[in-house]
């Protein structure tokens, strides 16, 4: 996701902050590693291996619970118009 969004820093205690919109879907207790290269800052997400693993794994429980697709309707090859230039 490419997102670019106006925010204002304001005064949190003694600190400086900034509040992210919902739209980047972040979550409180979501941790990040503050990049400063020249003038500009870059916010990664630390992201927890075993989370991500327990996450797939998770992922992969509920798909094999759906089991596989019986009696798939038949489709029609699709056919690609002939595009000159763009191979």
């Not at 503050?34 to 927890?48: C, F, V």
Request: hydrophobic share 35%; proline share 11%.
């Amino acid at each position: 996701m490419n997102a670019s969004t106006k925010i204002c820093a304001f005064k949190s205690g003694n600190s400086v902050a900034v509040r992210l919109p919902k739209a980047f879907g972040v979550k409180p207790g979501d941790e990040f590693e503050l990049i400063q290269r020249g003038g500009k800052l870059e916010l990664r997400p630390i992201l927890d291996p075993e989370y991500e693993k327990a996450q797939v794994t998770e992922l992969v429980r509920r798909l094999r619970a759906l089991g596989p697709v019986k009696n798939p309707e038949p489709r029609e090859p699709i056919e690609f118009p002939d595009r000159p230039g763009l191979y």
